[in-house]
């Protein structure tokens, strides 16, 4: 059973569109973090939430955890082809130690 | 001025052979981890070292022998491998072992292929 459900698998737009991707639990997580994937690199931490309701903005990147705090949500604005890669969530449940990461969003921006 | 580095970045070997992958932090972080990376992008941790001491060890089968001989590096032994082992593998340090909100930072990877 996986812990961390992100949709969709895959996702190619045009430069200049808005989307939104999602990370759904049925578990309850102490902190959530985003991740970006480019090919042929290890994934570099864009944003962690760890308050209920709480919203974060990185420049065009909008992040929010579920007032639950058992999902969060990646928008992002004007899309640029540099936002290409894979966008993965990792949750970290109360009294562990280790990351739980969902399978991620294939991002495709294409100019 | 790497942060995270691990070599080699590609293996290509045969089944049943025995290989190490390298990995070195020079963030002066006190926890290391290897993840393992499938076809399908999933990305599940397999071990963690804190100061040289292990405190994570997921359902991996004992071919698997991670060594921190100092808290910059965490090698990974592999006996016997097989076809399934092939994947990318990932080393990461945070600076210390609570997984609540600490930055791990990854390396580059280590794309194994077992033929």
């Known amino acids: 059973t996986q812990l961390l459900e992100q949709s969709p698998q895959f996702l190619s737009i045009q430069e200049g569109e808005n989307l939104t991707v999602y990370c759904n639990s049925s578990?309850?997580?102490?902190?959530l973090q985003w991740y970006r994937q480019e090919p042929g690199e290890g994934p570099v931490l864009l944003v962690t939430?760890?308050?209920?309701?709480e919203v974060k903005k990185l420049k065009r990147l909008t992040f929010q955890f579920g007032d639950a705090r058992k999902d969060s949500s990646l928008h992002i604005t004007a899309a640029q082809t540099g936002d290409t890669g894979l966008y993965l969530c990792?949750?970290?449940?109360?009294?562990?130690?280790?990351?739980?990461f969902g399978k991620g969003t294939k991002l495709t921006v294409n100019p | 001025d790497t942060a995270v580095s691990q070599t080699p970045k590609y293996l290509v070997t045969q089944m049943g052979n025995d290989k190490s992958i390298k990995c070195e932090q020079n963030?002066?972080?006190?926890?290391m981890y290897w993840y393992k990376q499938d076809s399908k992008k999933f990305l599940k941790i397999m071990f963690s070292?804190?100061?040289?001491?292990?405190?994570i060890n997921e359902t991996v089968p004992n071919r698997f022998s991670p060594k921190s001989p100092d808290k910059a590096h965490l090698n990974l032994h592999i006996n016997s491998l097989e076809l399934g082992d092939s994947a990318v593998y990932f080393c990461?340090?945070?600076?210390?072992?609570?997984?609540?909100?600490?930055?791990?930072?990854f390396g580059p990877g280590t794309r194994l292929l077992v033929l």
């Open positions: 990461a340090s945070s600076r210390f072992r609570s997984s609540l909100s600490e930055t791990q930072y």
């Open positions: 578990s309850v997580f102490s902190s």
């Open positions: 939430v760890v308050t209920g309701g």
């Open positions: 990792a949750g970290a449940q109360g009294g562990s130690e280790k990351l739980v």
């Open positions: 963030l002066g972080h006190d926890t």
């Open positions: 070292y804190n100061n040289k001491e292990l405190i």
